[in-house]
Nanobody, 125 residues
Framework: QVQLKESGGGSVQTGGSLRLSCSSS????????KGWFRQAPGKEREWVAV????????FYRDSVKGRFSISQDSGQVTLDLQMISLIPDDTAMYYC??????????????????WGQGTQVTVSS
């Protein structure tokens, strides 16, 4: 059973940067998909950045392209999200996930897969 734990959240002003890190209890290299999601109060959980197994290609939602970067360490146990030029709309609880429902680039229909507990990111204007 893979357990995920996020860290690195915090409060910054517009234009600031944060680096989120997700540590896993085991190697996640064999996972079909791994990535970061976020959920703001009153809104659906949305995908942010994803890496698919067997591919070096990364995917980002349009609103974070050019500002966020997802990476994985060589040991395949840490998944990071570097965020720069943060804006208030980035304020949310951020979750890392592995093998979520259908590996969709969207809102998963359920909580299948492995999810961390989340780390809060707050961006003030």
């Amino acid at each position: 059973q893979v357990q995920l734990k996020e860290s690195g959240g915090g409060s910054v002003q517009t234009g600031g940067s944060l680096r989120l890190s997700c540590s896993s209890s085991g190697n996640i290299d064999s996972s079909r998909c791994k990535g970061w999601f976020r959920q703001a109060p009153g809104k659906e959980r949305e995908w942010v950045a994803v890496i698919f197994s067997g591919s070096t290609k990364t995917f980002y939602r349009d609103s974070v392209k050019g500002r966020f970067s997802i990476s994985q360490d060589s040991g395949q146990v840490t998944l990071d999200l570097q965020m720069i030029s943060l804006i208030p709309d980035d304020t949310a609880m951020y979750y890392c996930a592995v093998d979520w429902w259908g590996c969709v680039l969207g809102t998963p229909r359920d909580n299948t897969g492995h999810w961390g507990q989340g780390t809060q990111v707050t961006v003030s204007s």
